[in-house]
């Protein structure tokens, strides 16, 4: 049975057994539909002996249970939305590594150092930096269409202004091309958390998220694995760059059919929501939400405050290993420059893996600390292993250290999404998603160049130890956070009136009255 016939078979069940409830007690009054909706308001009881007289008003966390359940829907078309977002996200990560996963041959071509190269690939996190707030904003007062339009669009250009630098004289032009696409990487990155709530229900919510995030997984595994092949380390400059030009210009069609179905197709959310807290949050009044206000309530939530320092050392790790994976893998494996892309590919396959099935275990249990804590844990485990075997000079044995790092590593990408949500529900979810990702690219700069510089002098060992030290550091704020899942309770106030006729009945039986059965009970 679908979601939705659920909710709706519910609120026949509602009525059904108010009815039996009557029979059984012997009473020939029945409720209307009108009445009975109101009986759905009241839902706290009294202990045996007490009346109508002592009732206490209820309190704060009481009143979430006393909104009536409203209709949700899940619609079919919802999988669309998630695709076409997905595709998005792919596109511009596949930008993100395209120079630095080659890094080598770029630095060749454009005749540039090694901190020019890398800072390809940092300006997505530069620029994030200053533009997430003002795309919060945006965010949440135009919504998520206009959003993700205005990034598709902007990844779309930066895409093909990078066509026409295909000349060793036009590095600053391909760096400026760069910078526009890294623009596009702050519509991207708040979205999944968002998306997943305004489309999907609560049983499936982590899941889509997971999705979500795939997709700019994918784009990062395909962009570790195309480069090497399509652009190859060949002498002849005239040569190289017709390979590179061939690189930009499929990328750049690439982004251009995205942009035109994120326009045609895209859409902000259903017309019916899927679940009763979003019901709950359509319900809330314009004025009685404020920007200001959200983002000064998300610093002093200290539980969520550990979580983004937390899950930026954790992504900011993966954010720097990703940069300079090429001149890791070639100092160790001369001219393997294509299975450095392999390898780069293996760490984000396995990554998709434990995305999705971190996802899918979030919704079945909702246990979010103890799953985030482990992955967490094992991602510490997985780069101390990847460390010290990166040097032993065979590389099948770096292909399975490195997926092992990519499943905790990169599966903890949406899982601090989900728990975020959790922690700071009724916020925004952009909001929120909004600040993790600003973390991360703070510490993906920070750590990023200070391990080029450590393996520019004391070698790779020493870089990825160094990263180590802050994942163990992550672990332990991790630890420490006290969950406070409030998502989670407020469906689950929202549908408390949700019971089965028996509970009901050995309910009513037990205690007598209630302040419900007092409006149930025949009159004399």
């Known amino acids: 049975m679908s979601s939705w016939d659920n909710m709706s078979s519910r609120d026949e069940l509602s009525h059904e057994w108010t009815d039996n409830l009557d029979k059984a007690t012997g009473n020939d009054w029945t409720p209307t539909r009108k009445e009975r909706s109101s009986l759905r308001e009241y839902t706290y009881h009294l202990p045996p002996g007490d009346s109508d007289d002592t009732l206490e008003e209820p309190s704060a966390v009481d009143t979430a249970q006393l909104f009536p359940l409203m209709e949700t829907r899940l619609y079919k078309r919802r999988w669309v939305m998630l695709f076409i977002f997905s595709a998005y996200s792919m596109s511009n990560a596949f930008m993100w590594l395209q120079y630095s996963i080659i890094s080598n041959i770029f630095m060749r071509f454009y005749n540039i150092d090694t901190l020019a190269i890398d800072w390809l690939s940092m300006i997505y996190f530069l620029t994030y930096i200053p533009f997430i707030l003002p795309v919060m904003w945006l965010l949440d007062n135009r919504g998520m269409r206009d959003v993700v339009v205005v990034g598709s669009a902007f990844n779309c250009i930066g895409a093909w202004i990078k066509t026409g630098t295909a000349n060793p004289n ?54 570790f694995l195309v480069p090497p092949i399509l652009v190859p380390n060949v002498d002849d400059m005239d040569e190289l760059a017709y390979h590179i030009r061939i690189m930009f210009y499929i990328s750049a069609g690439m982004a251009t059919v995205i942009f035109v179905l994120v326009v045609i197709v895209f859409q902000e959310k259903p017309e019916i929501p899927p679940t009763q807290a979003q019901a709950q949050a359509r319900n809330m009044q314009p004025d009685e939400y404020s920007y200001t206000a959200s983002i000064l309530r998300l610093l002093r939530n200290k539980p969520f405050m550990l979580l983004v320092v937390s899950y930026g050392l954790n992504v900011g790790c993966f954010y720097a290993i990703s940069t300079l994976l090429n001149r890791m893998i070639i100092d160790h494996y001369p001219g393997e420059e294509v299975n450095a892309g392999r390898i780069g590919l293996t760490i984000v396959i396995a990554g998709m893996a434990g995305s999705l099935i971190c996802g899918i275990w979030l919704d079945k249990t909702k246990t979010y600390k103890q799953t985030t804590l482990a992955v967490y844990i094992l991602s510490l485990t997985g780069m101390l292993v990847y460390a010290f075997t990166l040097n032993l000079g065979h ?47 703070i510490f993906g700069i920070i750590f990023t160049i200070s391990q080029g510089k450590i393996i520019d002098k ?67």
């Open 458 to 524: 004391w070698g790779t060992l020493a870089g990825n130890m160094f990263l180590c030290i802050f994942l163990l550091i992550g672990t332990i704020m991790t630890g420490i956070i006290k969950s406070d899942l409030r998502r989670q309770k407020a469906n689950q106030q929202a549908e408390v009136q949700t019971v089965s006729p028996a509970d009901s009945l050995s309910s009513m039986q037990d205690y007598g009255a209630t302040s419900c059965g007092s409006h149930w009970q025949q009159q004399p």
């Open 395 to 441: 590389l099948w044995v770096v292909f399975v250290t490195a997926g092992v790092l990519g499943f905790f590593m990169t599966g903890y990408l949406p899982l601090g999404f989900e728990y975020a949500v959790e922690l700071t529900y009724p916020e925004s979810e952009g909001t929120s998603s909004g600040l993790l990702n600003c973390s991360a690219q």
């Open 170 to 223: 036009m590095f600053a032009m391909t760096f400026f091309g760069q910078s526009v696409c890294s623009v596009a990487t702050v519509y991207i990155l708040g979205i999944p958390s968002r998306l997943a709530s305004l489309w999907f229900g609560q049983q499936e919510v982590s899941t889509a998220c997971s999705i979500g995030v795939l997709g700019n997984q994918l784009g990062i595994a395909i962009g």
